[in-house]
């Protein structure tokens, strides 16, 4: 891409595989190959952009991560792991950036619920009003606006800002029952995740 198209201004790291078992069911080349898309990619990614970027003091990175990269999910010990990885990797490198003086790069990072990509077929919130199934466009469109604004984080829905206002202020146990009442420790029970072509 550097040789092809030169310098990138922004980069969206939107990649991403979910293994859709529990912990001890997940065969560990699966395990590995979802770390290697849902975070390796980005320190591969960063290592090849960021410094023009640098150079230059300009440019955006954007990390797709999801809400699982906030918060535990039962069946989803791996892809939750890379995605909270995917969240720390961008606000550390915020950081970094932010003490070098490199003010002219931004960092986006978005935290969805389940978007209708086929990739968590079968999955359903217990309170689809609540927590809707996502539209791919109107995720774009939000991410989008997202960059423009030069915001930090965005959680969609925007209930997730408040539900992690909850996870960090109450204590374990009712946090749990919380996960229970929005159905978040059975909402993996039917996956079937994206039919193999």
Known sequence: ???????????????????GKTFI???????????????MAH????????P???????????????????TGVNGLSDYCASKFAAVGFAESIDLEMRVLGKTGIKTTIVCPYFINTGMFDGCRSKWPTLLP??????????????????????????????????????????????????GNLHVMDNFKGRAKK
């Open 1 to 19: 891409v550097k040789r092809e198209v030169g310098d990138v201004s922004i980069l969206i790291n939107n990649a991403g595989i979910v293994t």
């Open 52 to 70: 023009a970027m640098m150079a230059s003091n300009h440019g955006h990175l954007v990390s797709i991560a999801s809400a699982a990269g906030i």
């Open 43 to 50: 320190f591969w990614t960063y290592k090849a952009f960021l």
């Open 133 to 182: 199934e996502l539209e791919p466009e109107s995720v774009a469109e939000k991410v989008m606006t997202a960059i423009r604004r030069d915001q930090e984080i965005l959680m969609l829905p925007r209930i997730l800002y408040f539900l992690l206002l909850l996870k960090h202020l109450l204590p374990v146990k009712v946090t749990v029952l919380f996960s229970d009442y929005f």
């Open 25 to 39: 069911d997940s065969p560990d080349s699966l395990v590995e190959k979802c770390m290697e898309v849902n975070i």
